[in-house]
C-alpha cells in the first residue's frame, strides 16, 4: 500500500506539474504573470490528480491487463 501510495503522489506530481505548464503556456504564452497562473492551476490540479489517479489506477491496471491476456 506504502508504494501504491507514493507512487500515485510522485506520477500525479509529475502529470500534473507538466499539463498544466503546457495548458497555461498554450493559454496565455510566456507573458509577466505565467508563472503565478500556472502555479495556481498546478496547486488545484495537484491534489486532483493524485485523487483521481489513486483512484482509477486498479481499473486501468485490470483494463490493461484484460488487453494484454
Not at 498544466?20 to 491534489?47: C, K, Q, S
Amino acid at each position: 500500500m506504502k508504494q501504491r501510495v507514493l507512487f500515485t503522489v510522485i506520477m500525479s506530481f509529475f502529470l500534473s506539474s507538466l499539463m498544466t505548464l503546457w495548458v497555461t503556456y498554450i493559454n496565455l504564452g510566456y507573458t509577466p504573470a505565467f508563472l503565478d497562473m500556472w502555479r495556481n492551476a498546478f496547486l488545484l490540479a495537484w491534489p486532483a490528480a493524485g485523487i483521481i489517479s489513486f483512484i482509477i489506477s486498479p481499473v486501468a491496471q485490470r483494463i490493461t491487463h484484460k488487453i494484454l491476456e
